[in-house]
């Protein structure tokens, strides 16, 4: 599986963004999806998972309630939809396959990342 993450940009606090998370391979209807962030000079953090079925789904506390991770296994694409963005929600975003845990060592293979700036 191949992972390729889009979607990101520069906008105003408040507004929404939707990221989209492609995967080419067969496997992507059978495994948990996962995204992540890491800003400047900050590790990589968990933001949202979501099992293969999307029967689980897991979010961080500081993007609960804001962000909704779903998926489209016919599309073999995820997506997180973001809302209410904030300054501090600026990082690069990334996806993952793995585990629907919020643990980074449970996802194996990884997308290049897509840039999220949100200014105030």
């Known amino acids: 599986v191949q992972l390729q993450a889009s979607g990101g940009g520069l906008v105003q606090a408040g507004a929404s963004l939707r990221l989209s998370c492609t995967a080419s391979g067969r496997t992507f209807s059978t495994q948990a999806m996962g995204w992540f962030r890491q800003a400047p000079g900050k590790e990589r953090e968990f933001v949202a998972s979501i099992s293969w079925n999307a029967g689980i789904r897991r979010y961080a506390e500081s993007v609960k309630g804001r962000f909704i991770i779903s998926r489209d296994n016919a599309l073999k694409t995820a997506y997180l939809q973001m809302n209410s963005l904030k300054p501090e929600d600026t990082a690069v975003y990334f996806c993952?396959?793995?585990?629907?845990?919020?643990?980074?060592?449970?996802?194996?293979?990884w997308g290049q990342g897509t840039q999220v700036t949100v200014s105030s």
């Open positions: 993952a396959t793995g585990s629907s845990g919020r643990d980074i060592r449970e996802y194996g293979i």
